[in-house]
C-alpha cells in the first residue's frame, strides 16, 4: 500500500482506497430467468456486505459495445434486474453508456435493452458532456459527467475475450465512460506508447466513484471479440467492490497470469489491491466451482492502436446516429 501511495503522490492520480483483502463473491446462475438473477444478486450483495442506498444516485454502466451481435454487449435481463434491484430500494438510477461507434440508445435498442427497461420506466442514455482529467502521464482526457457525478457505479461487463487486450474485464469496462470518439483516439494516442494505454484505463478507474461490479459469467463471448466472438456457458455471475479484484478472480480461473494481460500486469506494477490474488477472499464460492477450461483466450493479440479510416468511421457512425 505504500508503494501504491508513492505512486499516485508521484504522478498525481487520484485513487480510491480499496481494502488490502478483497472479497469476490461468485454465485451458480445457469440462465437469465427473472427469479434466478434476482436471488442470485441479492445473495452476491449480502455476501459482499454491499447495498444500494435510499436517494443514492446511481450510474448503471451496461457494455453497449456494438448493436451487430447481442452477445458482445450487457444481456438485457441482467441489466434489468440490477435497475429493479435499485429501483427497488429508492435509488436515482441512470443507464448509460458511450459506445465508441454510434449511439447508446440505438445499440441498446438493436439489442433489446431498450425493451427490457421500458417497463422500469427507464431508457438508455449516452455517456456525453465530457470533463477533462489529468492522467498520470501529464496527458488529459475526456470523462462524462454523468459518471463522475454518480454516487456509485454499478459496472455490468461481460466476460469476454478481446482481440486487443486477450479479455475485456470489470476495469475495461469502465473505459466506457470516456465519452465518444474520445476512446478511439486514445486507442490510436497511447495504443503504441509503451504502457499508457494500460496506465490511461486504471487512471479512469481511479477518477470515477465507487463501483459495484457485477460479472456476467451465464453466457460468455470467447475465442475471438469484443463483437465477434462465440458464445460459451460457464453458469456464474461474480460480483466485487474493486473491479482490479474481480478481473484477478476471471484471470486466475481462466488459468492467466500478469504477463498474459498488459492491464493485469499495469495494476501489479502498481501495487493495486486486489492485482494479486493473495489480496482476494470469496465469501461464497470458490473459483474452482466452475471450470473454465473450454473458455478459449485470442493467442495472437492484434495492434491496440486504432488506424485513421476507423477514427473517421467512428465520427462517420456518431454523427447519422444525431440524424437518425
Known amino acids: 500500500m505504500q508503494d501504491l501511495q508513492g505512486f499516485t503522490a508521484r504522478y498525481n492520480v487520484l485513487f480510491m482506497p480499496y481494502p488490502k483483502t478483497a472479497s469476490v463473491a461468485l454465485a451458480s446462475c445457469r440462465d437469465y430467468e427473472k427469479k434466478c438473477l434476482e436471488e442470485c444478486l441479492e445473495s452476491l450483495l449480502a455476501a459482499t456486505g454491499l447495498a444500494v442506498r ?12 456494438s448493436g451487430k ?22 435509488a436515482d438510477v441512470t443507464v448509460a453508456d458511450s ?5 447508446a440508445a440505438l445499440v441498446a435498442e438493436k439489442t433489446g435493452l431498450q425493451s427490457a427497461l421500458a417497463p422500469l420506466g427507464l431508457r438508455v442514455e449516452t455517456l456525453n458532456e465530457p470533463a477533462s482529467r489529468e492522467l498520470s502521464f501529464s496527458a488529459q482526457i475526456g470523462v462524462s459527467r454523468k459518471a463522475l457525478e454518480a454516487d456509485r457505479i454499478f459496472n455490468l461487463p461481460r466476460l469476454k475475450a478481446h482481440c486487443q487486450m486477450r479479455l475485456s474485464l470489470a476495469v475495461k469496462n469502465l473505459f466506457g465512460c470516456v465519452t465518444g470518439i474520445r476512446k478511439a483516439i486514445a ?21 470515477l466513484p465507487p463501483s459495484i461490479n457485477l460479472l456476467d459469467g451465464v453466457t460468455c463471448m470467447h475465442k475471438t471479440g469484443p463483437t465477434d466472438g462465440e458464445a ?7 460480483l466485487s467492490e474493486n473491479p482490479v479484484a474481480l478481473d484477478t478472480c476471471i484471470a486466475h480461473m481462466l488459468g492467466l497470469e500478469p504477463r498474459d494481460l498488459t492491464l493485469w500486469a499495469e495494476a501489479v506494477e502498481r501495487g493495486i489491491p ?10 461464497l464460492e470458490q473459483p474452482d466451482a466452475f471450470p473454465c477450461d473450454a473458455f478459449i483466450v485470442p493467442h495472437i493479440l492484434k495492434p491496440v492502436s486504432f488506424r485513421p479510416s476507423r477514427l473517421a468511421l467512428s465520427a462517420l457512425k456518431r454523427l447519422c446516429a444525431h440524424f437518425r
Open 232 to 238: 460459451l456457458e460457464l453458469g456464474f455471475l461474480a
Open 187 to 207: 486507442h490510436s494516442r497511447y495504443g503504441e506508447c509503451e504502457n499508457r494505454f494500460e496506465a490511461m484505463i486504471l487512471d479512469i478507474g481511479d477518477m
Open 54 to 65: 435510499p436517494g443514492e444516485r446511481i450510474l448503471v454502466k451496461p457494455n453497449l459495445v
Open 69 to 90: 451481435n447481442p452477445l458482445a454487449c450487457t444481456e438485457p435481463a441482467l441489466a434489468a434486474a440490477v435497475c429493479a434491484y435499485a429501483l427497488d430500494h429508492d
Open 274 to 283: 486486489g492485482a494479486s490474488l493473495e489480496d482476494l477472499c470469496f465469501p
Open 99 to 103: 459506445p465508441a461507434f454510434g449511439s
